[in-house]
């Protein structure tokens, strides 16, 4: 775990639009932030470092910030993976264990076997979890303790390219600073944003960054699916900068400002002034109603939806979905946008913010950094089981039956 001499964990998301630093210590009562870091990101596009010097300043500057203010030195760091494609695999695993007593060393014997397929040659693992097992063919919650002739375990990989975890890597250390683990953003996303209840039942996490929108599928208290699209926030900005010949960074505050994915009835009364590129000392306003700028951002909103609902259906993780969405990120403030989510994807969608965080400013306690303190909450979620389970590197097994079983009959 990505821990000091003194105790402190450290977490590290970089995305496109910003890079955030989180420096948490565990007390009584669980985690309190108490080091805080973030700049504006350089060097990226969606989610993939562009510039690795660029990249290593933004990185190095946040660190250094949220060092400062907790007034002790990071080594070590858990860090949040936004690019690199991340995709979901599946595979049911099966040994032989000559009728004897089903022990950790058992399981971990069987995932010892995993093989990706060919096509994945070029792509690293990031997550590696059993959700599922079966004795003799019965699915069963929990193998452990029980006897039989063999054991299949169905485990969940998560991949990413190798080429921008490599980057990835020589930035974080080119800041004197060495990965600890690494977590997708989403599934970081849903530690922190969802409650107990939505992982048990099946829900949907989306997280809006500035270059890409990730989705994170959790059932029965176990993450089962992840995607991303090459879509996000920073689209938008660009389409109003393209639609209303604007410069980009007006662009970005009149989306941030006045912008919103849904139009009212006063919206083609309400004029909004907006400056032409190149005629920063233009001595005539440009007006123009509000219902303009909306009908740019509606459409690109709707297609990241859209883009959404496709990628499920055609995982077929949709139905363990659920009914129901959290929205994080960035991208999901935009007034409007859990109304259009909810009349694309047919669901019930609320936006997430971090839970059961200590510490945090308000500035910094919204779905923007939903990832970065999700970190932490991964970090103290190993911490427990590796105190629960010394010799054991694996999560302890859950309510995963129904899931192994979908995913023989699916995959």
Not at 297 to 317: N, Q
């Amino acid at each position: 775990m990505a821990k000091t001499r003194n105790g402190v964990i450290a977490a590290l998301d970089i995305g496109t639009n910003k890079v955030v630093c989180f420096v948490a210590r565990v007390d009584g009562q669980g985690l309190r932030v108490v080091g805080i870091g973030h700049q504006p990101a350089l060097g990226m596009r969606s989610g993939n470092i562009i510039d690795m010097e660029a990249a290593t300043r933004a990185i190095s500057s946040a660190v250094s910030t949220a060092e400062e203010m907790c007034g002790e030195q990071v080594r070590d760091v858990i860090v949040g993976v936004s690019g690199g494609s991340a995709a979901s695999h599946n595979q049911s695993l099966e040994v032989a264990i000559g009728h004897h007593e089903i022990g950790e060393r058992d399981v971990r014997r069987v995932q010892q076997h995993i093989q990706l397929p060919a096509e994945t040659a070029d792509r690293d693992i990031i997550h590696s979890a059993a959700i599922g097992y079966t004795v003799d063919g019965t699915p069963v919650r929990d193998a452990r303790g029980m006897f039989g002739e063999r054991l299949g375990v169905d485990v969940h990989l998560v991949t990413a390219a190798s080429g921008a975890m490599r980057n990835l890597q020589v930035c974080v250390r080119r800041a004197h600073l060495e990965i600890a683990d690494r977590v997708v953003a989403a599934h970081a996303a849903g530690l922190s944003s969802l409650v107990s209840d939505e992982r048990d039942l099946g829900v949907t996490l989306i997280d809006m960054g500035a270059g890409t929108t990730s989705i994170a599928v959790f059932y029965e208290g176990h993450l089962v699916h992840v995607d991303s699209i090459p879509v996000g926030g920073e689209h938008v900005t660009r389409d109003i900068a393209r639609g209303l010949s604007t410069p980009v960074a007006h662009a970005e505050r009149m989306k941030t400002q006045i912008g919103r994915a849904v139009i009212k009835p006063n919206d083609e009364y309400d004029i909004i002034d907006v400056p032409l590129i190149g005629e920063e000392d233009r001595t005539r306003p440009n007006h123009i109603p509000r219902s303009i700028l909306v009908g740019i951002i509606r459409p690109r909103v709707e297609e990241t939806f859209e883009l959404v609902r496709s990628r499920l259906e055609a995982s077929g993780v949709d139905k363990l979905a659920g009914g129901r969405a959290v929205l994080v990120g960035g991208g999901c403030q935009l007034d409007g946008v859990p109304e259009v989510a909810a009349a694309i994807l047919n669901k019930k969608v609320r936006t997430g913010a971090p839970l059961r965080l200590a510490g945090l400013a308000d500035s910094t306690g919204g779905p923007a950094f939903s990832a970065a303190a999700g970190l932490l909450s991964f970090a103290l979620q190993n911490h427990a089981v590796a105190q629960a389970q010394p010799a054991s590197s694996e999560a302890p097994a859950s309510r995963i039956g129904r899931i192994g079983s979908w995913i023989r009959e699916n995959f």
